[in-house]
């Protein structure tokens, strides 16, 4: 009943900055956490960053300091702002949902976006 559309990505620079947006809409009952995972070509989707329901935030240690995870709860919209980009961050970035109501919490995946950094 929750859809995801991402946007925001795109051929940059190394050093160079991306924010990736990722609007909610549908039935949403209660969004316990947003987060944001990655997927380069031949391996495993990641984690990258989330935001839970109070406001707090876990990254993966590859963009600490780097990355930034941020919502807009009127918007229900979560962002990731993407700073000193490097050619390892290039993949594609999907947004995931969860929520719901207790016992029957779900997720919800975004259409992913291509984030691609290169010189």
């Known amino acids: 009943q929750v859809q995801l559309v991402e946007s925001g990505g795109g051929l940059v620079q190394p050093g160079g900055s991306l924010r990736l947006s990722c609007a909610a809409s549908?039935?949403?009952?209660?969004?316990?956490?947003m987060g944001w995972y990655r997927q380069a070509p031949g391996k495993q989707r990641e984690f990258v960053a989330t935001?839970?329901?109070?406001?707090?935030?876990n990254y993966a240690d590859s963009v600490k300091g780097r990355f930034t995870i941020s919502r807009d709860n009127a918007k229900n919209t979560v962002y990731l702002q993407m700073d000193s980009l490097k050619p390892e961050d290039t993949a594609v970035y999907y947004c995931?949902?969860?929520?719901?109501?207790?016992?029957?919490?779900?997720?919800?995946w975004g259409q992913g976006t291509q984030v691609t950094v290169s010189s």
């Open positions: 995931k949902y969860y929520g719901g109501p207790p016992g029957y919490e779900y997720h919800v």
């Open positions: 549908g039935s949403i009952f209660s969004i316990n956490a």
């Open positions: 935001i839970i329901r109070g406001g707090s935030t």
